[in-house]
């Protein structure tokens, strides 16, 4: 066994505040920092191996399986899975049981997730929504004071009111039940006994509780957990949690049932009622309630791949498939990475597709949502129009995909946290998750080992603009509109790229760069995912400190962009898939990519 020292290729700071569009007010604000390098104790030599590739930015090959996740110890959970002959579904439920322990500001069993499955018998692909959904007595008026005005964020997130039912319990019983091979509850063990036994801190958690301390001492059971004695938890640190492994050992006993209709959920229910200053709605009902929805993913063709991910009530599918759709008349290619032009592309075509998406995108079992018309060829045929010019856009707006339905544009606010895994087992089932408690910590209220969710805050807080309704407004049992976009690309009927990323509102930029990067640009899935990010939201060209992005900001100002160079901490875990496996883990994070 070894102790490793692994240095980021990128580091990326915390980002400051951008300026804010009116119709996505603090989306721009990123409050994870990220970690410059990765201790990681005790490690196996596959694991070493694994770190040094991608200290060197090469990717993991394998033949058989392999999993990519944001902390080593939640892979080696999942590869031991695997290597017992576990399904893809099997191990991600050990390497979410184990993130909900290492990476808890990210997400766990307090949070939601939302997957896409290839299935290697049947060629099928679907997809899983384990959406936090909003409980029954919440009024669309949830965030807004007494004079109808939004809540300051932190005022709604932090406490009872922004938590939302979980859904990833759930979902992870219901991949297990349809495509599980091995028992359920021994692919809890492994998070159990770190749990008891205890884990050792990393500089990520150990650097986000620091940041976080205020917030996270608002809470008793949260200060007791993360400020032990008042005292951050510091990197190196050996943490037991044994509430959470009482908490797992029920789900593994009892299933999700335990979690959403016995004694689990009902404490979660007390504790968001009696939430101190600020409690919520969430009821027993609401837990007793959940259910995981499947729904057809959401295909776009690019170049000779279909880029297939989450639908509604996610717009990632959707607007990075109008980003693809937007560039795809140009030649990507011929243009390459380090074209000023093709980032204009690239930047342009992002806020074209962030202005549709903030009209149009919310839960469609709600609200009607023009799916088809949103990614439709013609219409991004047209559309791509917009982009003929050598010049930034002036003001985007909305197109109009074939649907007369009036929106408003959404003030939804949405903070990155989230986490993102990607495995292919040995029978070339193919899985594709990313899971969330939304902002770093959540709602900061911690129930029996874990954190819960402040997902209703990607929920507008305005119900209506100048009178007229926002797709995304707050409504009982409506999924908040999310970013997450988990993808799988295929070529011929089968998965060529598994790729997916944190990141707010910036996954969707992070993974459809990530796919021309692979795509057009010929990169291997570990340089895709380390390359510097050049985003454009909603006007600010965003380029990332530290990397050739950077180098860009002349450039691109000369056409008329405003640009904030800052760190731009994406998440990224990919696999691709070809002659051998080949996986890549993003340097920014503390993340690996393991296989055999
Ligand atoms: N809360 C992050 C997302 O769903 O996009």
Redesign the pocket.
């Known amino acids: 066994m070894r102790k490793m020292f692994l240095t980021a290729g990128v580091i990326a700071l915390l980002g400051g505040a951008l300026p804010l569009a009116a119709q996505q007010a603090a989306d721009a604000v990123q409050p994870e920092v990220a970690t410059s390098r990765a201790e990681v104790e005790g490690v196996s030599p596959a694991l070493a191996a694994a770190l040094s590739a991608k200290g060197l930015g090469q990717p993991v090959e394998a033949q058989n399986w392999m999993v990519a996740a944001a902390n080593p110890l939640a892979v080696e959970a999942g590869a031991d899975v695997l290597r017992q002959g576990g399904s893809a579904a099997d191990a991600m439920v050990a390497v979410q049981a184990v993130l909900g322990l290492v990476e808890p500001q990210s997400s766990g069993l307090g949070g ?1 997730a939302f997957l896409v499955w290839y299935d290697a018998e049947t060629g099928e692909l679907t997809t899983l929504d384990g ?1 936090e959904t909003a409980p029954l007595a919440a009024r669309p008026t949830l965030f807004q004071d007494e004079a109808g005005e939004p809540l300051k964020f932190f005022d709604a997130v932090v406490g009872g009111r922004s938590v939302g039912t979980p859904g990833t319990p759930a979902l992870m019983e219901a991949a297990h039940r349809r495509w599980g091979r091995l028992d359920w509850a021994p692919l809890f063990d492994r998070a159990i006994a770190l749990a008891e036994d205890g884990f050792t801190v990393s500089p990520r958690l150990a650097e986000q509780i620091a940041a976080d301390a205020d917030r996270l001492g608002r809470y008793r059971d949260t200060a007791n957990y993360f400020l032990p004695g008042g005292t951050p938890l510091a990197a190196g640190d050996v943490k037991k949690n044994r509430p959470y492994a009482r908490t797992l050992a029920a789900l593994a006993e009892g299933g999700a049932a335990e979690f959403y209709t016995g004694a689990i959920g009902k404490t979660i229910a007390r504790v968001v009622q009696e939430a101190e200053g600020n409690p919520g709605v969430l009821a027993e009902i609401d837990m007793a309630l959940y259910e995981v929805r499947e729904r057809p993913a959401v295909c776009v063709p690019y170049r000779a791949y279909e880029v297939c991910g989450m639908g509604p009530p ?3 599918a959707l607007t990075v498939g109008q980003i693809l759709g937007l560039v795809s008349g140009h030649d990507m290619a011929a243009l390459g990475p380090d074209s000023p032009e093709a980032w204009r592309l690239i930047g342009d075509a992002s806020r074209l597709a962030f202005a549709d998406r903030g009209r149009y995108m919310a839960d469609s079992d709600f609200v009607p949502v023009p799916v088809k018309g949103l990614v439709d060829a013609a219409y991004l045929e047209e559309r791509a129009k917009l982009l003929d010019t050598d010049a930034a856009l002036g003001d985007v707006a909305p197109g109009n995909p074939g649907f007369d339905h009036a929106w408003a544009d959404d003030d939804s606010i ?5 986490s993102h895994i990607s495995i292919v087992d040995s029978a070339g089932n193919a899985l594709s998750m ?1 899971t ?1 408690i ?2 770093g910590f959540g709602s900061r209220l911690m129930v029996r080992g874990f954190l819960l969710n402040n ?1 209703l805050t ?1 929920f507008s807080f305005r119900t209506h603009a100048d009178g007229v309704p926002i797709a995304n407004r707050v409504e009982p049992g409506k999924r ?5 976009a988990p993808t799988i690309v295929m070529q011929g009927g089968k998965p060529v790229l598994v790729i997916g990323s ?1 990141g ?2 910036r ?1 969707i930029g992070y993974v459809a760069q990530a796919v021309i990067a692979w795509a057009d640009w010929g990169m291997n899935v570990q340089q895709a995912v380390s390359m510097g990010h050049g985003l454009n939201r909603f006007g600010t060209f965003d380029l990332e400190e530290g990397t050739d992005a950077a180098k860009l900001q002349e450039p691109l100002e000369a056409m008329g962009f405003e640009v904030s160079v800052q760190g731009l901490n994406s998440g990224l875990h990919g696999i691709a898939i070809g002659e051998t496996l080949q996986g890549g883990a993003d340097p920014r994070r503390e993340g690996i990519a393991l296989g055999e």
């Open positions: 939601g959406r996610s717009s990632g949405e903070f990155p946290s989230t990313t969330t939304e902002n997902e990607d908040p509109r999310s970013s997450m944190p707010g509102s996954i």
